[in-house]
């Protein structure tokens, strides 16, 4: 089986899980932290390289502010049981969104988690907190814009490589999938720019319920596909 580098997921469905089972929306969030577990436990034994979660969109705090204040908790409560284990574990914690306005206890947890686990090399797991694509391109093109401001970079030099290295995920590689679970069949506003050619694969279970075997069908599909990258196929046919 193809096994790609990168793999990025978007973590959907915990307060449907909830209310089909007339739980509040935190127990399906809490659900949520249980399968953030298993997954990341799993991929790292698949030996793949990158794991990136979407945590936390830009949009979601448009949320109850309770049920905002449940996720930040349960933020803490992750960094602060499962930091330990993934460093012994040779996991690497990066985190990328923006991070202007977030709470300053939250800030240090974040910076605690890079800091401490930035030697390791088992494998690179991102979060995305606070993260919004159009967010992320938009900063980008800011300090882009400011560089050629200060005359670090003409303006004719700019290409999709040169902008590539002022967004968050500068010297990561582009996912090979993007999965999201709970049925819904839209990216909504993660990684737009990086995923421009990533096998896309929508998984009908909610993330609470995502296990094992839900990744090894992920896997499945990918390797049954065909990437061209816009080119041709083996038998040259165009795509």
């Not at 985190?95 to 977030?102: F, M």
């Not at 040169?162 to 990561?172: Q, S």
């Not at 319920?209 to 196929?233: H, M, N, P, Q, Y």
């Amino acid at each position: 089986m193809t096994i790609p580098a990168h793999i990025a997921i978007i973590m959907d469905g915990n307060g449907r899980w909830a209310k089909a089972r007339g739980l509040p929306r935190v127990a399906g969030h809490r659900a949520g932290v249980e399968a953030l577990r298993r997954t990341v436990r799993a991929v790292a034994d698949m030996g793949i390289a990158w794991l990136t979660l979407y945590a936390f969109s830009s949009e979601n705090w448009s949320r109850p502010k309770s049920e905002v204040s449940d996720l930040m908790g349960l933020l803490k409560i992750y960094i602060r049981r499962d930091l330990a284990d993934l460093h012994r574990s040779g996991v690497r914690v990066r985190v990328i969104g923006d991070r202007d306005g977030l709470s300053p206890d939250i800030r240090a947890l974040l910076a605690e988690a890079e800091t401490l686990t930035a030697g390791n090399t088992s494998l690179n797991l991102v979060i995305a907190f606070n993260y919004g694509g159009r967010n992320e391109i938009a900063r980008a093109a800011r300090r882009l814009a400011q560089a050629a401001r200060e005359g670090s970079i003409n303006p004719d030099d700019i290409c999709e490589e040169t902008f590539g290295h002022f967004l968050d995920t500068v010297d990561m590689p582009d996912p090979d999938i993007v999965i999201r679970t709970s049925g819904e069949m839209r990216l909504s506003n993660f990684l737009p720019w990086q995923s421009a050619y990533s096998e896309l694969i929508f998984m009908p279970c909610y993330w609470p319920d995502f296990g094992r075997a839900d990744l090894d069908e992920a896997l499945k599909i990918f390797a049954s596909r065909e990437r061209r990258f816009g080119g041709v196929t083996a038998h040259g046919v165009a795509s």
